[in-house]
């Protein structure tokens, strides 16, 4: 694995010292350029219960047709689980040269056992990070949910999980959170038809990526926290709170010629007057950054030292993304009057912005989610909706 | 001042950090500056910079006129050379001093020299020499110095100014006997019947098509036969129609079949170009409206003139027996050369004559 580029800046790189400090920071990790995609695992994990009988059973097997017989390259492979109230590998690994036998619907629906079912699946699994694992989760009910430590841990595997919630029944919330939790994204489908375009979508970001699911360590010094640590600009909460000691964050899957974002709050108790106040170290395979603040007594330096632009940007995203997921107008509001002002400066911040916008725009809860996922931002901070 | 989200009474800890240290809310640029007032504390200021004395008078410039061909500025010992008629020592343009005194004599000079070479007869189309034939050297690049030569009436001088000094050139092919114009990158334009001509390709001339050169217009006259020249009087836009091909179909509407513009059309609009109370008058006439159709059985010649259905009628004076309100095409009358017939429509005229 050759090395990604990480950089972590707060907004202002000066502090009063002597004195307890609060601010913000953002850690960027760009791909090496002319890096190489990977190979693509695609998990399929579906629900085949009573309701998706007929037409969504129809539309389903359409979908992976489609997706074995036009999409697939040579190097990529595809599995198949399906659940109802118990769960079973339907198709294990097979590759364009395979095939799939048709599925047969009937039963209820628990979300628990398929995803015990994904992990021993995932367990028995030769992933040696050389292959990028996306699993897609499809279900048009509110099953029995899995529990949220199982689902966090599909990214140990190499795998993210992408939720689709057929929403004349699911609940678009639910499957947003399993979504985050197993660092993917959620996609919304109104009725079975939208179903295609969401594997299409999910199967082309597949095609994409360039490291699968990476660790992130993070070395918090003595006497600091890190909080609300977002990934940006898709607003996946990766932890609340890291106190000192060394923590490991699994990420999603980086995406060619992207820019990943994560947002964080630090408080620090009593930032030191000599020099450089250490106060994270952030690390991800080989690459290394450290991120610090240089305590000063001079009130016109701290005054008039200028606040980096790009960490502003972030953090006001991952504001505005998380309060579009919890439903809340006014601080989405808030965040994009502060975001349009921040615009006179920071032309990226434009951009971002007008994409934010249009998510609030959407009409329904589940349309606004699959918009936020699909947010990227490129290797300049160019933020961009990824195509289908 | 407090903070808008938590309320936390703001404090120089809040303005060093640029984030509230309550709710780790942002500040924007508006609100610490509020905060710099409101706090007393002075905002950012370079260190002042004092002008350095200025010990003598900065050097003037000499006084200058420019050659209006290369723009080259002319000072002092050539300053009073071109002044006194001599050419520009950098494009060898002819002083503008000389020209005003002695003008006629060069012209003359030149006109014969123009003649000896190979020349196309071209018809002028505006100005005050309308109508009158000159002959415009071929398969040589083409000027303002040239055309200068060519038309040295003053009323030129004004439209030749947006001619660049190398302009067109005009192609000639002998075994064909076909004309082709090539534009050399000009600055404003060469058009064909109001399209513009883009090089390197040269864009064939036939009789009947208007050759704009920017804002100067000509044909190409047909020294074999007669023509028809149609003139717009209130702007004074001049068309020439061969009589070659017979029977000559006209059409004064603003669009012609393909709901392309006419090309006289066309032509008014770059002729107009910045006569915005023209233009509106042309507007209007309708896109499709007076037809004509001329014929020249044996020694006579005749006219049909026929109407768009619902359309205002143009008034005809000059001719008998023909009602312009149809839209019947069979109406004829005779009409002679060198008589004049009006067609008027509103604040629009057109003069028809027929020249040998």
Known sequence: MSKPSLSASLIKDIALCDSPLKTKGALTIIAEEHQ?????????????????AGTGISVVTESMVHILNDLMRAEDRIAVITFNSSANVHTTWTNVSGTITPLKAGGGTNFGSAINQVLSFLGGNDNDGQRAGVALFLSDGQGQPAKDENVSSIPDFGFTMHTIGV????????????????????YHAPGFEDVKRAFQSIFNYGKTIVYAA?????????????????????????????????HS??????????????????????????????IATFSLGEATTQLSVRGTNDETELYNAPMNTDVTMIAHSAIAATAIKKGDEQAVTRAITKMEKLGTTNPNANTRTKIISQATQASTQGERMEILGKMQSDTSGKTKLRED | ME?????????????????????TELLDNTQLQDLRQHLNIEGYKPPEITPPKREEAPIGLPESEECPSCNADLMESQLKDWRNGMECPWCQEPSIHIRQSSQPAISDEVGLEVIEQNTIPFLINNGPKVGTVIHIPHDKELGRNDFRKLLNEPEYLELIKHISSEHLILHYDESTNSVSIEDLGSTNGTYIDGSKVVGPIAKDLNYGHVLNIYNLSFCLASLDSRTLQVRHMPSNIVLHYPIT???????????????????WYRMAQVQLDNDIESLERLETISRRH??????????EISLKIWHEQNKEPWTIEGLKDIDSTTHQKPQSSMILEHEEILLKHGSNEFCLTIKQ
């Open chain 2, 245 to 263: 091909t017979l029977p000559l179909n006209l059409h004064f509407g603003r669009q012609d079949e393909q709901s392309g513009r006419e090309p």
């Open chain 1, 249 to 278: 964050i699994s990420l999603s899957h980086l995406i060619k010629d992207t820019r990943m974002e994560i947002a964080f709050e630090v408080s620090i108790d009593k930032v030191s007057c000599e020099g450089q106040h250490m």
């Open chain 1, 167 to 186: 929403t004349a029944g699911a609940n678009p919330t639910h499957l947003e959170q399993m979504a985050e939790l197993a660092r993917g994204h959620y």
């Open chain 1, 36 to 52: 190489e995609t990977l190979p693509l695992d695609l998990l399929l994990v579906l629900d085949v219960s009573g309701s998706m």
């Open chain 2, 290 to 299: 007076l037809f004509m159709e001329i014929e020249c059985p044996l020694e």
């Open chain 1, 214 to 246: 990476p660790e992130l360590d993070v070395t918090v010094s003595e006497g600091v926290t890190l909080s609300n640590i977002i990934q940006t600009p898709q607003g996946l909460s990766l932890s609340s709170h890291l106190g000192p000691g060394v």
């Open chain 2, 3 to 23: 903070c808008q989200d938590c309320n936390k009474l703001l404090d120089k800890s809040d303005l060093a950090a640029g984030i509230c240290q309550g709710c």
